[in-house]
């Protein structure tokens, strides 16, 4: 599985790309440490679908976690 971050996400994650290999099923959670992380101001994208940190992945996923953007 490949996860990627963009923006502040990167910051708060401490990095930028990661590639990451486990057996069957997870859910995202048990991979990434969300403990610290304003969920309301990330985005998260798998397989171009939006997201929540309990969905379950593969390693054929790609993750995608971004900063949320709005403005007028």
Do not use: Y
């Not at 996400?9 to 959670?29: H, M, P, Q, R, V």
């Not at 969300?34 to 101001?41: E, G, K, R, S, W």
């Amino acid at each position: 599985m490949k996860i990627r971050t963009i923006g502040f996400a990167e910051k708060l994650l401490g990095f930028k790309e990661k590639k990451i290999t486990f057996e069957g099923k997870k859910k995202l959670s048990e991979i990434i440490d969300f403990t610290d992380i304003p969920l309301n101001l990330i985005a998260i994208i798998i397989n171009e679908k939006a997201a929540l940190k309990d969905h379950v992945v593969q390693n054929n996923d790609d993750v995608i976690i971004t900063q949320i953007v709005a403005g007028g």
